[in-house]
């Protein structure tokens, strides 16, 4: 509730600033957006969202200063861009008239050569990784019953889809492992408003471990693997969201039960931190400070090495300097 409220202050602070500078409401209205960046594997080219055609769609640049130039062109918003690994590919999602029952689609990067990968729009599916390798993506989806979300993989290259995990309940993919054999789970609080838990899922076992118990209402999000450990946000026992690491205490163990794991916090920034991501090869964390209203970026090495492999993230952030002050979106 005070997230809203702040968000909602802002929004009111800036369409009073716009319009006492002169500008009409139908202008402010009319202001457009672009967010969801998506680089290229080999870092020449980005696709992103934008609405500054009506709707939002798939544009691509080549970088570094390159012409935009729009990929997609539905009547449908489009709801995310993905790049599949080896270049070769695109996957994004969209919903007709906006019922928010995405559908998935693969294209080339010119556009061209769309195929539908799932087609039913009664049904609801929520995109979560594409698999290291590029040949697999993973989702939650209610194709089985419209109340439950359950866990899917499916094979790009032929469509064929597979149920890894039914649950009865709602359920997200906040993360997967590099080979596909386990997924951290978020789970919405039931009890409580602005509440979610994590579990950790072994695929093989069909086994759940919960990785945050806890009493008041709290968040957890931003959700990465590492070698022997999870990165994560949560505002569980704090009022801002902070970077946590959850490890196993004995890393040469498939063991992450209670007595296994401890938590130490990378950024205790007293301030919201989000939008965490992880360099390909898995050497650079990114995130996302929302400081005083505005967007700080930070990176973080990580170093991986040893038997058994040991992740240990750099304990100096290095800021990234942004042109001006302002709101960062992922």
Known sequence: MKRFAITFFAITFCGVAALAQGYSIEQFLNIRSAGSAAFAPDAKRMAYLTNVSGTTQIWMIDLPNGTPKQITNYDDNIAFVRWLPDGGGIIFGKARG??????????????????????????????????????????????????????????????????????????????????????????????????????????????????????????????????????????????????????????AIDDWSAGNREVSFIDDARWDIGGVSLSDNGGIMAYAVNRDGYTEIYLRKIETGGKPLISTVSAKAEAVKLPAQGIAGG
């Open 98 to 251: 906006g019922d928010e029952n995405t559908q998935f689609y693969w294209m080339k990067p010119d556009g061209t050569g769309v195929r539908e990968l799932t087609n039913d729009p009664k049904v609801r599916n929520n995109f979560a990784e594409v698999s290291k390798d590029g040949k697999i993506i993973y989702y939650a989806s209610n194709k089985r019953n419209r109340n439950f979300f359950d866990i899917y993989s499916m094979e790009i290259a032929t469509g064929k889809e597979e149920m890894l995990y039914q649950f009865d309940g709602n359920i997200n993919i906040a993360a997967v492992n590099d080979n596909g054999t386990k997924f951290v789970l978020s789970r919405s609080g039931i009890e409580k408003s602005l509440d979610n838990d994590l579990y950790l899922l072994d695929i093989k076992t069909k086994s759940e471990i919960h990785l945050t118990p806890h009493k008041d209402a709290s968040e957890f999000g931003g959700v990465n693997f590492l070698a022997d450990s999870i990165v994560y946000t949560t505002n569980d026992g704090r009022e801002f969201e902070g970077l946590a690491q959850m490890r196993k205490k004995n890393a």
